[in-house]
């Protein structure tokens, strides 16, 4: 039971992170707007208290796991006092706390701007700080910089694509809506080069961490975290090429064409469904030893 919980609060608290971070990259970097959002102020808050929870869940779930007791023996406030003080991850979850706690003052007190460049930070810290409750956190001390370094980039990067597909259609959405084909198109333009930035450091930093992880060929079909991680880079490749459609094809056509920017956000959402199959395939992988045996 501990370990089904343990895999399902990673993948929330993972997934609400990413998405945290895509809704103030998409504000700062795609829609650069005067006015104020709220949608997007309650998206960012609702993604902030969905990780909280689930980071309670996984923090719960873990020490279960370490102290080999049942949730209900684990649910114990002594035994979350000694992981946190003496432990490396009870380290990150105390200061991914005070991180989480400081991004919410951030979305309640400052103003517009200044919440939204504060928040960012914030929000990034909070999701590259994921690479220290991971493989790459508890590596060896000579390639542990390394492998952080290129574990983070992965993090950042699938913040932007695909993850920040989902602020990203409910912009469509809004653009749609108001019929603002122009804007739409500019909107898409800037994501698009922001996608392909995106793209470009998830493939070198998956290659780094494939490199360090599986090590082999052979390891990626003779063991399960090999072969589960090929399913997660086959994922990668169909909403990839879903991505470069939507660039080449539908994109140009939108200031003149209702229907490209319909069809375009179809496309989107098969995408979006391939991210979160993929965040899933992430929180199984951190549950399983790098090169284990098949079942083991």
């Known amino acids: 039971m501990a370990n089904e919980l343990l895999i399902l609060s990673r993948a929330i608290h993972f997934g609400s992170c990413l998405v945290l971070l895509a809704v103030f990259?998409?504000?700062?970097?795609?829609?650069?707007?005067?006015?104020d959002a709220p949608g997007a102020r309650r998206l960012a808050a609702a993604c902030l208290a969905l990780a909280a929870g689930s980071g309670f869940l996984w923090l719960w779930a873990s020490i279960a796991g370490m102290s080999d007791s049942t949730l209900?023996?684990?649910?114990?406030?002594?035994?979350f006092t000694v992981v946190i003080q003496q432990t490396q991850p009870g380290h990150v979850w105390a200061a991914r706390l005070a991180i989480a706690v400081l991004l919410a003052i951030t979305l309640c007190f400052l103003p517009r701007r200044w919440a939204w460049l504060a928040g960012a930070g914030l929000a990034v810290a909070l999701t590259g700080s994921l690479s220290w409750l991971g493989?790459?956190?508890?590596?060896?001390?000579g390639r542990r910089s390394v492998m952080l370094a290129a574990d983070v980039s992965h993090l950042l990067a699938a913040s932007l694509w695909p993850t920040g597909l989902l602020p990203f259609a409910l912009l469509l959405h809004r653009r749609i809506q108001a019929g603002e084909l122009k804007a739409a198109y500019v909107d898409a333009r800037r994501f698009s080069a922001m996608s392909l930035v995106a793209v470009s450091v998830i493939v070198v930093s998956g290659l780094a961490n494939s490199y360090f992880l599986v090590g082999s060929l052979h390891a990626f079909v003779a063991t399960d975290y090999g072969r589960l991680l090929a399913v997660k880079l086959l994922f990668f490749g169909v909403a990839a090429s879903l991505g470069a459609w939507n660039?080449?094809?539908?994109?140009?056509?939108i200031p003149v064409?209702?229907?490209?920017?319909?069809?375009?956000?179809?496309?989107?959402?098969?995408?979006?469904?391939l991210g979160g199959s993929i965040v899933a395939i992430v929180a199984l992988l951190g549950t399983l030893a790098p090169g284990s045996s098949p079942g083991g």
Request: charged share 25%.
């Open 25 to 35: 990259a998409v504000r700062l970097l795609i829609e650069r707007p005067a006015a």
């Open 72 to 79: 209900r023996d684990a649910l114990n406030l002594q035994l």
């Open 135 to 141: 493989h790459a956190g508890a590596s060896e001390e």
């Open 247 to 253: 660039l080449l094809v539908h994109e140009p056509r």
């Open 257 to 273: 064409s209702p229907e490209a920017l319909a069809a375009m956000r179809y496309k989107i959402w098969i995408e979006l469904a």
